[in-house]
């Protein structure tokens, strides 16, 4: 057995009792206590004589203990005081609580003590309550001033995880073998992994502190080049894999895209039509596509999608769109069945709710099926799925993807995402997608005026409601929830449906929400568009693909409740049409969160700049689901601090594949791919 993969109990000074405190850190074998790395360090370099020591000053000291006391107070804390000595005065150390340092505190010791100094209570003399210490004599860290500070769980103390870690690395270094290239470690001057695994636990006296715990110093570097580097390989093999597969090649005469054109009320954007051209030269490949579409909110990207699946419908193929929601699949249900009026195209949907006609699907007589998760279902079957719509809203990973792929045989796969991406996300979660861009809006389009009203100053939105009416326009109003909710003390849409029919008597005031049946959903949404409904409140079903461009006011109630991505989709609903539109953001309580993403939609309307916003305050694990889209995890990387790391990594990735696609001449980094992507080895095959 190799000796990284040693049981973490059997190294000497752990047993069993701490190697079950270190399995809560995830900690299992010699390996994960070398990759679990310090989360910071302290400088314990700065060592001062007593006497130079100022209140406030976070120091090491060394001297002599010269007096040992232990105290008692009324409330039973005790106290354990020890005097220390240098040559040029006397200090005082302070644990509370901590009895068991009688049996290791003796007078006459030589001791280095760490911490922040003040003045006692009495203003009499310099103290350090709680210091970290070191018995000079036996210590660990005599030769490493520069101390490593770990993540540590309740049981186990930062002494003692420390201990375990010397033990660890000392063991652990001649198991290391160096896997990248030579030639990669002279071109980035990378240092050699086992050098570097040493220097992050243990750094050497002369580093830089603020580099270590910036995690940009030359080892961390290498650790986190590794990291980026074996992701990108995994997925641009996966992309690799795409390439060699056999799919279909689309050769449409293009009679029923041209029909569809002519149909339509408006005439494409450039970008549409840029990006349509790319779509149906890619699907005229005879290897799979995938490709990632993005564009902000009213870009046009259904109408894109919908010209590609007519295409492979042309051809004699199925094609489905799957929808993260059960609302949303309704409403492009709706838009494609109306927007296909006339053309010689059987529109069926299916989700949990509609689940009548499976048989169609497997037949073939259905030419277009919308859907939700339910099309993955293994119930389903297509009768020759030629091409997969995914509106992706980033609800949908790699795994997904791949399960509704495999309906057909190896189909042309659109992934859509109306909430832009940033340039890393790009090279990560959707790396082994080519990508297109809208980057042009329809014509005509008038920017959304966006601000924030106070609660105390209701009156006003109250005003602008009547005013937006009066005028001919319509209002939104979204709420968090359908129910109250005294656990969370937030206003519902019930309530606000309810106290907005008292205000205003005069207008029709309608309700919305996911728990309604679906047909009095559609009613409710067909008479909002029709203009017979002034008012619509709902909940976060309206985020996507509601186009009324009539609607021309939206109120976001606890506008703190909602993420960036959300509002900023939320507010895409209005502006649709000729006339000026606003988006008032209504909040309850501001988080210094919810301030920044309050901000931030006021300040911009540029979508891509709102993603970049987004991932700054939140990461980009949160914001784009990293964790459930099949992707491994990241334990030192961070795509937002390293993304120019990662972009070197992809490249390095990129150039080692084209000297040998397999990796058979690397048998080591095979083996280290393998184990990074360990149960996702699936998405190789599939995706």
Same mark, same amino acid.
């Given at each position: 057995m190799n000796g990284l993969n040693l049981p973490i109990q059997y190294l000497k000074g752990v047993g069993p009792k701490k190697a079950n405190l270190l399995k809560k850190l995830g900690i299992q074998t010699v390996k994960d206590a070398l990759y679990y790395l310090p989360s910071q360090y302290e400088d314990r370099r700065n060592k001062k004589n007593i006497f130079d020591i100022k209140p406030g000053e976070i120091v090491t000291v060394e001297g002599h203990i010269v007096q040992i006391n232990e105290?008692?107070?009324?409330? $039973?804390?005790?106290?354990?005081? &020890?005097?220390?000595?240098? &040559?040029?005065?006397?200090?005082? &150390?302070?644990?509370? $609580?901590?009895?068991? *340092?009688?049996? %290791? *505190?003796?007078?006459? =010791?030589?001791?280095?003590?760490f911490g922040k100094a003040q003045i006692d209570w009495s203003g009499n003399y310099i103290e350090i309550v709680n210091p970290e210490y070191e018995i000079v004599e036996n210590s660990n860290h005599q030769n490493h001033e520069i101390v490593p500070v770990y993540r540590v769980t309740q049981g186990l103390s930062q002494r003692q995880i420390q201990s375990i870690m010397k033990v660890a690395v000392e063991f652990a270094i001649p198991f290391i073998e160096e896997y990248l290239p030579e030639k990669i470690l002279k071109k980035l001057n990378l240092p050699y992994l086992n050098e570097s695994l040493k220097s992050i636990h243990f750094p050497?006296?002369?580093?830089?502190v603020k580099s270590l715990n910036e995690k940009n110093s030359l080892f961390h570097k290498r650790i986190i080049f590794d990291e980026l580097f074996l992701l990108q390989l995994g997925i641009l093999?996966?992309? =690799?894999? @795409? *390439? !060699?597969?056999?799919? %279909?090649?689309?050769?449409?005469?293009?009679?029923?895209? @041209?029909?569809? *054109?002519? $149909?339509?009320?408006?005439?494409?954007? $450039? &970008?549409? =039509? @840029?990006?349509?051209?790319? !779509?149906?030269?890619?699907?005229?490949?005879?290897?799979?596509?995938? @490709?990632l579409l993005q564009g902000d909110v009213g870009s046009g990207k259904t109408v894109v999608a919908l010209a590609a699946m007519l295409a492979a419908i042309e051809c004699g193929y199925q094609a489905a769109l799957m929808a993260p929601t059960e609302i949303l699949a309704e409403q492009h249900y709706l838009n494609i069945y109306s927007m296909l009026k006339g053309l010689p195209v059987n529109v069926l949907i299916y989700t949990s709710t509609h689940n009548k006609h499976a048989n169609l699907i497997a037949s073939g007589d259905a030419n277009l099926v919308v859907g939700t998760h339910a099309l993955i279902q293994e119930d389903v079957h297509f009768k020759n799925l030629g091409f997969v719509v995914i509106d992706e809203q980033h609800r949908f990973g790699v795994i997904q993807r791949a399960m509704l792929k495999k309906k057909g045989l190896n189909p042309d796969t659109l992934v859509m995402t109306a909430t832009p991406i940033p340039r890393t996300m790009a090279l990560t979660v959707y790396g082994d997608l080519d990508y297109s861009v809208l980057d042009e809006l329809p014509k005509g389009r008038k920017p959304i005026l966006t601000k924030v009203i106070e609660p105390q100053n209701k009156k006003i939105i109250y005003k602008m409601i009547e005013e937006e009416i009066k005028s001919g326009g319509q209002v939104y109003v979204v709420y968090p929830l359908i129910e109250e909710s005294e656990a969370m003390d937030l206003k519902s849409a019930t309530q606000g449906y309810e106290g907005l029919q008292k205000l205003f008597p005069q207008y029709r005031v309608g309700l919305l929400h996911g728990k309604m049946p679906s047909r009095q959903r559609e009613d409710i949404m067909k008479e909002f568009r029709n203009g017979r409904i002034n008012i619509l409140v709902a909940t976060t079903v309206i985020e996507v693909g509601v186009d009324v461009p009539n609607a021309t006011l939206m109120i976001i109630t606890h506008a703190e409740r909602f993420g960036l991505a959300q509002l900023h989709q939320l507010r895409g609903r209005v502006g649709r049409g000729d006339r000026p539109s606003k988006c008032i953001l209504l909040p309850y309580k501001l988080t210094e969160e919810a301030k920044l993403r309050l901000k931030a939609i006021v300040n911009y309307s540029d979508g891509f700049r709102i993603a970049e916003e987004d991932m700054k305050i939140r990461g980009p694990g949160e914001l784009f689901g990293v964790k459930q889209s099949g992707m491994p995890d990241l334990k030192v990387a961070d795509l937002i601090r390293d993304q120019s790391l990662l972009e070197i990594a992809r490249k390095e990735a990129e150039s080692l594949l084209k000297e040998n696609s397999a990796l058979n001449s690397h048998p080591k980094i095979r083996i280290l791919l393998e184990e990074f992507w360990k149960d996702r080895t699936e998405i190789f095959m599939t995706a």
């Open positions: 105290i008692k107070t009324k409330t $039973n804390l005790s106290i354990i005081e &020890a005097i220390i000595s240098d &040559a040029t005065g006397y200090l005082m &150390a302070k644990w509370f $609580n901590q009895l068991y *340092l009688k049996k %290791i *505190l003796k007078t006459k =010791q030589k001791i280095k003590i050497p006296k002369d580093s830089d093999m996966m992309k =690799q894999s @795409r *390439l !060699i597969e056999k799919g %279909i090649s689309f050769n449409p005469e293009g009679k029923l895209l @041209r029909k569809f *054109l002519e $149909n339509l009320p408006f005439k494409l954007t $450039n &970008a549409q =039509q @840029r990006v349509i051209t790319e !779509i149906l030269q890619d699907m005229k490949k005879p290897t799979p596509m995938n @490709r």
